[in-house]
Each structure stands twice: as C-alpha cells, then as structure tokens.
C-alpha cells in the first residue's frame, strides 16, 4: 500500500498562486508515476497533471496548461503542483495519485485538499 497526503490547499483571490504538495509514504515512490487530478461541485473528476517517475516527462490538461506546474522530489516523497494565475473554474477538490512505472491506472489515492478561488 501507498498512503498519500495532501496539503497545501486553501482560499485565494483570482490571479493569486497556491502550491501543493503530496507526501506519499509505504512504497517505493520513484516507483510510480504520479499526477493530480480535481473534481468540482456536480463535475466528474479530471485530470490536471502527470509526471513520469524521475520527472523527465508531464502531462498537464489543456485547461492549465502555462499556469500550473507539477514537479517531484524522490528524494523527499514528494509530488507538487504549482498553481499560477487561478481562476475561479479552477476551485475544485484536488487529489493526487499514483499509477506504477508501465501501467495506466492509478491505484492509489490521496484523501484530497480544497481548493477555492474567489473572484
């Protein structure tokens, strides 16, 4: 099992910037790809981004892309998630997750940090 953790989230006003940040303990982290996604009230879940195992490849959805950032530290357990420029249509839980080196599914999840943007 992998336990995930996330923080970091919270209220800011459009166009401020948030940063967060997902602990993940129990296996092998450089083992996993990771990513983050985010649900909004009454919406289906979406991917935001996904960072290979040593960050040397990511994937970020349209919707963000230019304005978040996902990075990792192996060396800490860690996954980030730089928000920049947020949008209101941006408020949503966001939860991040982790899919083993090769396959598709992500198989463990964390328990998810609200995210709200004011206008």
């Known amino acids: 099992q992998m336990q995930l953790v996330e923080s970091g989230g919270g209220l800011v006003q459009a166009g401020g910037s948030l940063r967060l940040s997902c602990a993940a303990s129990?296996?092998?982290?450089?083992?996993?790809?990771m990513g983050w996604f985010r649900q909004a009230p009454g919406k289906e879940r979406e991917i935001v981004a996904a960072i290979n195992w040593n960050g040397g490849r990511t994937y970020y959805a349209d919707s963000v892309k230019g304005r978040f950032t996902i990075s990792r530290d192996n060396a800490k357990n860690t996954v980030y998630l730089q928000m920049n420029n947020l949008k209101p249509e941006d408020t949503a839980v966001y939860y991040c997750?982790?899919?083993?080196?090769?396959?598709?599914?992500?198989?463990?999840w964390g328990q998810g940090t609200q995210v709200t943007v004011s206008s």
């Open positions: 129990g296996r092998s982290f450089s083992s996993y790809g």
């Open positions: 997750a982790a899919r083993q080196v090769g396959r598709d599914e992500f198989v463990y």
